[in-house]
């Protein structure tokens, strides 16, 4: 008879509909395509900086959402804190040219696609700074985002 | 050879965003996925003098400021999802690449909303890029 450990890590397909973190997963997708369909809507009329000006006022609630959640107590880590505060620099710095993309007259569903590509750089940074190795999975990967980098530039 | 000005821009978004999915690794080592979208918001208001848009702002419509508030808002409550799918027993390995999926919601809604069109080309490379960020995301 087999453990409940080893049916758990063969549950069919079916059963991430009960899961929790399938929903979340959802939820997730859902959210951040109503934010690209919105950051595009939102650049028809309003200049990059701009744009970026108000998204942040909007990321604004959830901050203080998960600051009372954790009722304001955070690590202390400075090298943490400082990894988390130069995220949201550079955050925004590809929020506001992905604003500045959706402000020209670009295809849409490519600049969204095209930018949803950043994980290529994560997977190379990891490779030479973290010295991780490329599995066939990420080499298959980097293959398809050259195909695509080379059509989109076309 | 001439680059679309859109293809400069998104290049740029690809590398500062490809930064921060490294950094993003190496902060979790210190701190908790929520301690640090705390301090990303953080980052994002230390940038906020930079883009004052000042009485310009009343040149545009409240349909216009809503949409870029409310997409703020969404970015936030989707990397907030995207945590609590982790912390819910959704393995990386398949939360990543299922979440990285959301170009496909804009690529569902924009004949809806906008009225614009793929060539056959852009299509061959929208599902390209998809396949390669579902296989990266892992």
Known sequence: MPNESAIAQNLPAKQHWNAPW?????VCVLCWGGWAMLSKLGSEQIPPNTMQFLFTIGTVPVGIALLLARRGKLEKNPLGISYGVLNGILSGLGGLTLFAAYHTNGNTAVITVATSLYPIVTVLLAVLILHERLGLRQILGLLFAAISIVIFSL | MHLAPWFLY?????????????????STNHLSAESSLIWLVVGFLAME???????DIFRYSTWAIAAALISGLLNALGAWALFAALKNGGKASIVSPLTALYPLVVILLVPLVLHESVTKLQLAGVASALIAVALLSA
């Open chain 2, 10 to 26: 998104s290049v740029i978004t690809v590398l500062a965003w490809g930064i921060v999915g490294l950094l993003q690794k190496l």
């Open chain 1, 22 to 26: 399938f929903w979340y997963s959802i």
């Open chain 2, 49 to 55: 003098p930079l883009f004052y848009p000042g009485s």
